[in-house]
Structures are given as structure tokens and as C-alpha cells.
């Protein structure tokens, strides 16, 4: 005990700084959970491994493109561009986001739905794809990548659970349109 006495003040120049960074590391990485009372519909689209030429591969490097030209939220509802020059198969998807899953659905029970386009939902939450490395709490360890589909409104992200996502191995970032939020109708009184 005198050792403890005698060198209070190294003791504590020593310890107040450890316990900051444990602090700070803690706020950063400690779990942050988000919902949204919305739910949302979006889209995939793949070609069954053959592009329009004919020749072999996995990835569709144009459907971000393809989706945006195919599906539009005009007045509050879904339109979709059909043509039959492009070879990709598109899927749409009812995200629950209470639950995070989703279903896929046909297109006439996306166009009954009532959707807001714009890519915040009306209590502030977003839909983002985040891609970066994470940085471990010392230096001298590596850091992860992190790649997906994340609820976000500020500093808060909730990774999304997308129907295939482990299948498809969304290899491409643009393999993903965010269509819109679901209004629900009107409680009533």
C-alpha cells in the first residue's frame, strides 16, 4: 500500500488515458441498433450468367443502369418501362424493416403499394451501401472490410439482411436500386 501512496499521481498519469481510449473505443465500436417504422421495396436484376452477347459471365456490370431506366415512383406509386431488348431478370423485394427480412414479390403487388421515392424515409432513415476497411483498436492489428446495405440516419448504421444477398454475392455494388418506402394508409380513429 505505501507504493500505492507514494505514486498516486504516475499511477493515475498512466491510467486516466488508458481508461479515455477504452472509453472513446467502446462509443465507437459498441453496437448501435436502428429501425425505421417504414418498410421499402427494392430490386435486383441478374442475366443467368450470359450477357447480351451471348458470352459467359456472373455479374451484370450494367444493372444499376437497367434498373434505373426500367422502375420510377411516379405518384406515390410503381411504374415499370418493360422492354424486351435487355436480357436481365429482375426481382423485386419487400423489406421488412422491423423484422430485417424481406420477400420477393411480383410486380402488380409492388404497383398496389403506396411508396414515397425519395431515399429518406419520413422519420429520417436512409438506405446506404457502405464499403471501407474497420480499424482495430491497435495499430499493430489489421483492419476488416466491410461491404453491404445499411440502414443509416447520422452516425447510426443497422446492416440489412437482403434476400440472396449471400447467393449472389453482390459482387458489383450497382446490383441494387432502392425503389422507395411503403406508406402504410391511415390508422384509423
Not at 430485417?100 to 419520413?122: C, F, V
Not at 474497420?134 to 447520422?154: I, M
Not at 448504421?157 to 453482390?170: C, I, M, P, T
Amino acid at each position: 500500500m505505501p507504493f500505492i501512496k507514494n505514486n498516486i499521481a504516475v499511477i493515475l498519469a498512466f491510467t486516466i488515458p488508458i481508461l479515455l481510449v477504452i472509453g472513446i473505443a467502446l462509443s465507437v465500436y459498441w453496437p448501435s441498433f436502428l429501425s425505421t417504422d417504414y418498410d421499402f421495396v427494392y430490386a435486383t436484376c441478374d442475366n443467368n450468367g450470359v450477357n447480351r452477347y451471348g458470352n459467359s459471365f456472373t455479374y451484370p456490370r450494367d444493372c444499376n443502369s437497367y434498373l434505373n431506366r426500367l422502375y420510377k415512383v411516379e405518384n406515390g406509386k410503381l411504374t415499370a418501362q418493360l422492354s424486351a431488348d435487355e436480357s436481365y431478370v429482375t426481382h423485386l423485394f419487400l423489406h421488412d424493416s422491423q423484422k430485417n427480412e424481406g420477400r420477393e414479390i411480383a410486380l402488380a403487388e409492388a404497383q398496389a403499394l403506396k411508396l414515397n421515392g425519395l431515399i429518406t424515409s419520413p422519420d429520417g432513415v436512409s438506405v446506404e451501401n457502405v464499403y471501407g476497411r474497420d480499424v482495430d483498436f491497435f495499430p499493430f492489428f489489421g483492419g476488416s472490410s466491410r461491404s453491404g446495405y445499411y440502414l443509416t440516419k447520422g452516425n447510426k448504421r443497422q446492416k440489412l439482411n437482403l434476400v440472396g444477398e449471400d447467393e449472389r454475392n453482390y459482387y458489383y455494388r450497382d446490383n441494387f436500386k432502392f425503389i422507395g418506402w411503403v406508406i402504410p394508409p391511415p390508422k384509423p380513429r
